[in-house]
C-alpha cells in the first residue's frame, strides 16, 4: 500500500493521481489541487457597495437643500450602506468597509432629514399664503 506515495506527494482528490504536494494543478485531470482560499481576497478589500454608499451619503449632503436633489444620492446611499452592512454580517465582505458603510447611512439619513424639514417649510409657506 502507498509504495509509489512520496512525503512530498498527494493524492488527486478527482482522479487519485499521485502529484506533487506543491503542484497547484493535477497534470493528469486538471481538478485544482490546491484552491484559492477565497476569504483572503474578500478579508481584506474594501466592498465597492461600502465606497459608493459614502461618496453618494456625502454628495447627498449639500444637495439636500436644493429641492430633492439630495434623495437622488440618500437614498441609493442608505440602500448600499444597509446591504453592505448585511453581507459584513454574512462575513461576503470586509469589515474595513463597515465605517464607510455607517457614515454613508448616517450622510444619507440627514439628507432625507433635511428634505423633509424643506418640503415641512414649503408647505408652512404655500398655508401662510406667501
Ligand atoms: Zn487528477
Redesign the pocket.
Known sequence: MNQGKKPDEIY??????L?SEKAVM??????M?KSIPRTVTIGDRINPMAIISLITGIVSLPCGWLWGAGIVFAIPAIILGILDLRNINKCKSSSRGKGFDIAGIVCGGLSIFSFIIVIVLFLIGISSGY
Open positions: 488527486c482528490q478527482s482522479c487519485g493521481n502529484i493535477c497534470p493528469k485531470c486538471g481538478f489541487a
